[in-house]
């Protein structure tokens, strides 16, 4: 008997009473999900006495079997290949008609992409669903050897065209699956009804069950064949079919058993599913306006968060996490995570980019020195690496060698030497046995991550970690000494692509057992949710025409000309493939089904425009759903990007703002030290762009650690030293220039103060760059020094500054170079390695002069030579204004830039500044300034929490 339902909540008063009424009872469910969702329907809880067997498809052989070794009867054993498995078995086969045929390749040049395995596996499952003879189909596909009984040898002609080659891989798939006692999936149907045919003990025994089918829509010929097996027998079948409201335009199990079985609804009434659409910009604003809906939705009292749940792309995946943690909306997700998306498979295709670029320093660096890895170094240490930067295999193991690392060294070793076997060519057993040893016994993983792990929160991680161990020593322990085998393609050598695709079906196909449920918590479904899911309030994301029906393309090997061929066969009556218009039809009515998942209301929510910016259209397959009375709009609610939010509602307060933003304003989060009583001139530019982010490096010393390779500070050393011992030859050796005392100079002065600049190659272009930016810097001095004439130089280096006092703080400081000019007065010079754009504005240089002026020394200019652009930049006094000017050199007037305010006055400014400056380090408070581009570049900007401040005191500082 067929009964046919709206909704699954239809099903609790059937399905008990059936439960109740028979004693041997099988229920058939499409899915894993869906056992434990029929235990809740039946209300069975813990280790009931009458728990009822409840099967999926691929559980029938292994459930049939177990009865007959109850009987006594030993039952042929077959090990039902998982989708690996599956890929590894048809890779095998393809591989080795490659081999015997020389023209495949060109004749099917698909044939060598990488999807290829996967695109026939797909449809090998399709034809043997269908229960196609090998020997029908290459019939039906005009094979050329013209014999009803076709060994559809690598002699056959027809193989070089696609439909021919999928007929002779199906052949020889076939065979290969009996000859080493192994099933395919879609074949388990096919299996039992075998068994059922060939043991009377078993067809006599099931003649007192009831076999009870839940939530199928229609059935392949296997499964119908084996129904039909069952009938025969005696077996009493129910099979309770969702109703999609498509009529007899859709082929389902309605017409599949129109002459046998007779059909009941169970709906007393034709109920329509409630509709509130939701139209928005694009899938962010889509999210959160779902998510907005949601709040007012549980603040209504309509619902609760365990009433809902929500059905999202696969490609929404983060973004759905991301804005429901925002919105501090509990969810859990249905299924397990996949071992793909676990920290393990996201370290080993880190270690694999490592091992393809050739473990390149920085990254390795980075890499192995992370927390994650636990490698504290010495600073000793990091000093060699940074001056060394190892790079290449080669380069790492003599260098940790060198230095005694022996757990870093073993790790590298071992990781490259996993890589190395997997390139030379690795059999599936092998690849998983080295996988498991270097991620459990070498690198250590879980032990790594249970160092790391101090809260509970992240005891999830520690879990995926040892699960996924678990999962590779699992499935190398199964490889290795599960009966039956795998046969010779367990054998197989293969390549390296081919060894990392197979790891990928792998992770792509196993789950880890799905999380605890969070308490009031929605619930999320990818892609996908059970037939029997029951809530609410059900959400349908991204219900657009990119979703539903999305792109469906004739499958290469077997499109829809084929299948045409096939069907007309008359030694293949019963079969069919489903076309391209009915694999739209599966998808329409699947997308029904979903519509009535929602028991009091169903919401759907798309987005006019994609991540492109291209237009996207509502599903159509809603039209045809609200023309049939399957539902009806009750609502919509619209928000284009234009629009900030919906019509007439409001920010939710602690999601959207802060929680006490409407009533008060938020206070910046000050600094607070203990009063400071000295100050250093050198940091007057750090404390004006933002007290906070000086008390950050100055006062409490907070830097991020060094980056490896090129040091800046050193440099600015470097360029201090060579300056000095340049002007000293040069004041010394009237006939020199300054080029050629740099020339001079140069190698002595980066062997003593930066000597990896010559030793390490890495550097080299380093060493060249700022050697040609020295040589440059010493043309403008020595233009400047011969616009000097004749007035009479002395020079000092390194200069302590006169104390500035203000209040009860002093302020100190150290002038790199002042030039004492008889009869004039002296000029201020500091050397800087960056660009002169970094000094429009800075104070430096004026506070320097202030400090003399105070003490009435004369400085007529203040001045900043860059060598990042070879500029000289500064302020000069009002009345040495033309004096200055007359020092440009002529060859290089565009690098020589006397900025138009006046020394005078922008000492004043830098002494208003130290004012201020004095009041903070006396209080020891420093509040954080928040100017946009000082914030932009800010490595200190969690700290200070900007993003928290209301946008009215922001603007005030900006």
Same mark, same amino acid.
């Given at each position: ?507 792509? @196909? ?368 009002? @009345? ?71 946008? @009215? ?6």
């Amino acid at each position: 008997m067929i009964h046919t339902y709206r909704f699954a909540t239809e099903l609790e008063e059937p399905l008990k009473e059936i439960h109740h009424e028979h004693k041997d009872l099988i229920f058939i469910v499409p899915s894993k999900e869906d056992k434990n969702l029929l235990l809740e329907i039946l209300s069975i809880e813990g280790l009931a006495h009458d728990f009822p067997a409840i099967w999926r498809w691929g559980d029938l052989y292994g459930g049939l079997a177990d009865i007959l070794r109850r009987l006594g009867i030993r039952p042929p054993i077959k090990r039902q290949l998982d989708p690996p498995d599956h890929w590894l078995v048809v890779r095998h086969l393809v591989q080795n008609t490659l081999k015997t045929s020389k023209d495949l390749t060109d004749a099917i040049p698909a044939i060598r992409q990488p999807g290829f395995i996967e695109t026939i596996g797909k449809q090998l499952h399709e034809l043997i669903g269908e229960d196609v003879p090998q020997e029908d189909l290459a019939m039906a596909l005009s094979c050329k050897n013209h014999k009803r009984i076709c060994t559809c040898d690598d002699k056959c002609p027809n193989s070089i065209n696609p439909t021919g080659f999928l007929c002779n891989i199906y052949g020889k798939y076939f065979s290969y699956l009996d000859e080493n006692d192994l099933a395919d999936s879609a074949q388990i149907p096919l299996l039992s009804k075998n068994l059922l045919l060939e043991f009377e003990q078993l067809r006599r025994h099931l003649k007192n069950y009831a076999f009870v089918l839940v939530g199928f829509m229609s059935f392949m010929k296997s499964q119908h064949e084996l129904l039909r097996v069952l009938d025969e027998i005696g077996v009493a079948i129910d099979i309770y079919k969702p109703d999609p409201a498509m009529g007899q335009s859709f082929y389902d199990v309605e017409q599949q058993f129109a002459e046998s079985a007779t059909i009941c609804k169970i709906s007393k009434q034709d109920k329509s599913a409630n509709l509130h659409l939701i139209a928005c910009g694009d899938s962010r604003q889509e999210l959160e306006t779902l998510a907005r809906n949601i709040w007012f939705a549980v603040e209504k009292g309509c619902f609760s968060f365990s009433d809902m749940a929500i059905e999202i792309p696969a490609s929404y995946r983060k973004i759905t996490e991301e804005v429901l943690d925002v919105y501090r909306i509990p969810w859990t997700f249905n299924s397990g995570t996949l071992l793909s998306e676990t920290l393990c498979w996201d370290l080993l295709m880190r270690l694999k980019k490592l091992k393809d670029e050739n473990w390149p320093f920085s990254f390795v660096f980075r890499f192995f020195f992370s927390p994650f890895l636990g490698f504290n170094l010495s600073d000793e240490l990091l000093e060699l690496l940074n001056e060394e930067m190892p790079s290449g295999i080669k380069e790492w193991r003599d260098f940790l060698r060198r230095n005694d690392m022996k757990d870093l060294l073993n790790i590298i070793e071992a990781c490259d030497s996993f890589f190395n076997d997997i390139k030379e060519g690795i059999n599936a057993e092998k690849l998983f046995e080295k996988l498991f040893e270097l991620l459990s016994d070498i690198i250590k993983v879980q032990e790594k991550v249970q160092d790391l792990i101090t809260d509970p929160k992240y005891d999830e991680t520690l879990f995926e970690t040892a699960k996924f161990l678990e999962a590779i020593e699992r499935k190398a322990l199964f490889l290795k000494e599960s009966l039956p085998s795998l046969g010779s393609a367990q054998r197989d050598l293969l390549s390296e692509s081919e060894a990392w695709e197979f790891l990928y079906r792998f992770a792509e @196909e196993t789950r880890l057992l799905p999380p605890k449920k969070q308490l009031n918590s929605i619930t999320l479904y990818i892609d996908n949710s059970p037939v029997l899911a029951t809530h609410s309030l059900y959400t349908i994301v991204n219900a657009t025409t990119e979703k539903w029906p999305g792109k469906i393309i004739e499958p290469p090997l077997l499109n829809d000309e084929a299948r045409m061929m096939i069907h007309e066969n008359t030694g293949l009556a019963g079969v069919h493939l489903p076309l391209r218009h009915e694999r739209r039809q599966q998808l329409e009515a699947l997308f029904r089904r979903h519509l009535c998942t929602g028991m009091d209301a169903t919401w759907i929510t798309y987005s006019t425009i994609d991540a492109q910016g291209k237009p996207r259209k509502l599903s159509s397959f809603l039209e045809g759903a609200l023309k049939d009375g399957l539902c009806e709009v009750t609502g919509k609610t619209e928000r284009p990007l234009s629009k900030l939010m919906p019509k007439g509602e409001r920010y939710l307060r602690e999601s959207e703002v802060p929680q006490d933003k409407l009533s008060r304003r938020r206070r910046k989060p000050v600094v607070k030290v203990k009063p400071k009583f000295k100050g250093y001139l050198s940091d007057i530019d750090a404390w004006a762009q933002c007290p906070a982010l000086y008390a950050y490096k100055s006062i409490l010393n907070l830097y991020q650690p060094k980056e490896a390779g090129f040091d800046p500070q050193r440099c600015g050393i470097l360029f201090h030293q060579l300056w000095q011992k340049a002007w000293s030859k040069r004041l010394t050796y009237k006939d020199s220039s300054l080029e050629a005392c740099i020339e001079e100079v140069w190698e002595q002065t980066v062997k003593s103060v930066y000597p990896s600049l010559l030793s390490n190659k890495k550097l080299f272009r380093h060493n060249e760059r700022l050697y040609a930016q020295a040589k440059r810097l010493a043309l403008i001095q020595e233009g400047i020094k011969s616009n000097l004439g004749n007035f009479s130089i002395s020079q000092y280096w390194e200069v302590e500054l006169p104390t500035m006092h203000v209040d009860a703080v002093s302020f100190v400081g150290r002038a790199d170079r002042i030039d004492c000019l008889n009869e004039k007065g002296q000029i201020l010079w500091d050397y800087k390695t960056g660009g002169s754009h970094n000094y429009e504005s800075s104070l430096q240089l004026a506070a320097y002069a202030s400090a003399f002026m105070k003490n009435d020394i004369e400085i007529i200019g203040a001045l900043y030579l860059c060598h990042g652009n070879s500029m000289c930049i500064g302020h000069v006094s009002k @009345e040495y204004k033309d004096f200055i000017k007359a020092l440009v050199p002529e060859d290089f007037p565009e690098n020589f830039k006397i900025k138009r305010e006046k020394l005078e006055d922008i000492a004043k400014r830098a002494e208003e500044a130290l004012t201020k400056w004095a009041e903070d380090l006396m209080s020891g408070s420093f509040e954080p300034h928040y100017d946009p581009k000082t914030c932009q570049e800010c490595q200190y900007k969690t700290f200070c929490r900007k993003s928290e401040i209301g946008g @009215e005191e922001r603007q005030d500082n900006e």
